[in-house]
């Protein structure tokens, strides 16, 4: 099925027995393949990195449970969401030396 990624935000998720899943709010897309593997269901602003990754396990649905989108999704009976690793952020980089004694 072929959908701009633009179409698929705020649209309705529904599973193939009629229940409302939630409302997509935004899709992640795997940059090495460049298709969608995720749709979000809430904004993952977390506090923390645990908060962050109770939202991504939680509120995300992995695309490839997606059966059809028209105008609204439906997705598998129960939904696969743990499937895919979490990917890591990156720490920090810590400044140059030279601009950490810079006047």
Not at 14 to 29: L, M, R, S
Not at 66 to 76: C, F, L, S, T
Not at 86 to 98: D, H, N, R, V
């Amino acid at each position: 099925m072929t959908v701009k990624v633009s179409q698929l935000l705020g649209m309705d998720v529904y599973t193939d027995n009629a229940e409302y899943v939630g409302k997509v709010f935004d899709a992640i897309i795997d940059l090495q393949t460049g298709e969608v593997s995720r749709l979000t269901l809430e904004p993952i602003r977390a506090i923390s990195k645990d908060d962050a990754k109770r939202i991504f396990r939680e509120k995300t649905i992995l695309y490839k449970s997606v059966k059809a989108v028209e105008r609204i999704i439906i997705v598998g009976n129960a939904p696969v969401r743990e499937e895919e690793p979490m990917p890591e952020p990156e720490a920090a980089k810590p400044l140059p030396y030279s601009a950490r004694y810079r006047r």
